[in-house]
């Protein structure tokens, strides 16, 4: 069974850091995987998703990552501003599903 | 932002009551999901569907059922709640492309659901 996980489960920085999310997962068979952002009370906004067979891609200040082999996922935000504040998630794609990690809560402050 | 409006937005009900949550799409998406997210087990597929009539379970999908007469609309039915049913739920929908780009799935703004 597919499981996901998300470190930090939450995470404070000063504006301006460049920051990285970390998702790992137990099953290299997977079609995708999908980053998505949640503000709260709000529902999920897609920003990336990285088919199996990229290693990386790439919308702004925002580069994900993936290494099937060894089961990680990375964000990188770049120039973190007050605005990224929320909570990010990570989504392993299999055949027309998603499984979720639990997200991590970013904080970032002025 | 993809057309998808989930109706009600808010309901309060009653253990024991019916109670049915509306997903409707304007994007002709084939796929279409029912999820809950609930503190500390993160979001949780209840039931999707494939195509007009075709449905499958997720993971939590005991106590709930699903229909799907129409591309459009996506009904997720309770057929008699209880307390461990509140929740947010979310609809999401997508398209089936092997793993590429149009596989992303885009996310309806959710239902609270309490149920007393």
């Known amino acids: 069974k597919q499981e996901v996980t998300q470190i930090p489960a939450a995470l404070s920085v000063p504006e301006g850091e460049n920051l990285v999310l970390n998702c790992s997962f137990t099953d290299s068979a997977i079609y995708n995987l999908q980053w998505f952002r949640q503000d709260p009370g709000k529902g999920l906004t897609s920003l990336l998703l990285i088919q199996s067979s990229q290693r990386e891609q790439t919308s702004g200040r925002l580069n994900a990552s993936l290494d099937k082999s060894s089961g990680r996922s990375t964000l990188y935000i770049a120039a973190s501003q007050p605005g990224d504040s929320a909570t990010y998630l990570c989504a392993v794609g299999g055949r027309g599903k998603l499984i979720f990690g639990q997200g991590t809560e970013l904080s970032v402050k002025p | 932002d993809a057309g998808i409006t989930q109706s009600p937005r808010h309901k309060v009900t009653e253990t024991g009551t019916p109670v049915t949550l509306r997903c409707h799409q304007t994007e002709n998406h084939r796929y279409m999901y029912w999820y809950r997210q609930d503190p500390g087990h993160g979001l949780r597929l209840i039931h999707y569907?494939?195509?007009?009539?075709?449905?499958d379970k997720g993971e939590v999908s005991d106590g709930y059922s699903v229909s799907r007469s129409k591309t459009e609309d996506f009904l997720l039915t309770l057929e008699s709640a209880t307390s461990s049913q509140t929740s947010v739920y979310f609809c999401?929908?997508?398209?089936?492309?092997?793993?590429?780009?149009?596989?992303?799935?885009?996310f309806g703004p959710g239902t609270r659901l309490t149920v007393l």
């Open positions: 569907s494939y195509g007009v009539k075709d449905t």
């Open positions: 999401a929908i997508s398209e089936w492309s092997g793993g590429r780009v149009a596989d992303t799935q885009y």
